[in-house]
C-alpha cells in the first residue's frame, strides 16, 4: 500500500511538472505573438510598406522596408562609398536603439557625447554584435552607409528576452 501511494504521489508530482513546462512553452509562444503585433503596429504608425522585391538599386524610399524572411527588416537610408566590406575589416558603429512599442525606451550611442567611445566590431564576428546587426552590415556593405533596421529578439543580443529593437545606424570601416 505505501508503494502504491508513493507511485500515485510521484504521478502526480510529475504531471504538475508537465503541465508547467507546457505552460511555459505557451507563454513564450504568445511572447513570440506580441513581438510580431508590435512590430506590427510600428510599422502601421510610421506608415511604412513593405516591399515584396529587394530594391535593385538598394536604394529605399523613407516609408519602405524590406523583411528578410527569419531576420530583420531593413532600409538603407544612405549607400556608403568606397570598396564593399571584408570579413575582418574593423567597423565603427553610432547607432540610437528603441523598443517598438509607444512608450519606447531610447538609448543614444551616435556621437562622443553619447558614449566617449564609438563602438568598434570586427565585421563577421558575434563579437560586440549580434546576428541582425550582423546582416544588416552585410546588406549596408561600404564605409558611410546609413540604415534603419528592425531586429526581432531571435536576431538580437539576448534571445531569452522576446523584446524586438529598431535601430538607426551608421558605419565607418576603418582604414587596415
Avoid at 517598438?100 to 556621437?111: G, H, K, Q, S
Avoid at 546576428?131 to 544588416?136: D, F
Wanted: aromatic content about 12%; overall charge negative; charged content about 25%.
Amino acid at each position: 500500500m505505501c508503494k502504491r501511494l508513493i507511485i500515485r504521489l510521484l504521478c502526480v508530482v510529475f504531471g504538475l511538472f508537465l503541465l508547467c513546462g507546457c505552460e511555459q512553452a505557451t507563454s513564450y509562444s504568445k511572447q513570440l505573438e506580441e513581438e510580431e503585433r508590435l512590430i506590427d503596429q510600428w510599422l502601421k504608425r510610421n506608415n511604412i510598406t513593405l516591399l515584396k522585391e529587394f530594391p535593385q538599386d538598394s536604394l529605399f524610399q523613407n516609408n519602405e522596408m524590406y523583411y528578410f524572411e527569419e531576420s530583420i527588416y531593413y532600409q538603407l537610408l544612405e549607400k556608403g562609398t568606397g570598396d564593399d566590406m571584408q570579413a575582418g575589416d574593423v567597423i565603427v558603429l553610432r547607432y540610437r536603439c528603441s523598443t517598438l512599442d509607444e512608450n519606447a525606451i531610447v538609448e543614444d550611442y551616435w556621437t562622443t557625447q553619447d558614449r566617449p567611445y564609438p563602438n568598434e566590431i570586427v565585421y563577421g564576428s558575434l563579437v560586440n554584435s549580434c546576428k541582425g546587426w550582423n546582416k544588416a552590415f552585410e546588406l549596408m556593405r561600404k564605409s558611410g552607409a546609413h540604415a534603419r533596421i528592425i531586429v526581432p529578439s531571435k536576431q538580437g543580443f539576448d534571445d531569452s528576452q522576446v523584446i524586438p529593437y529598431v535601430y538607426e545606424m551608421q558605419i565607418k570601416v576603418l582604414p587596415k
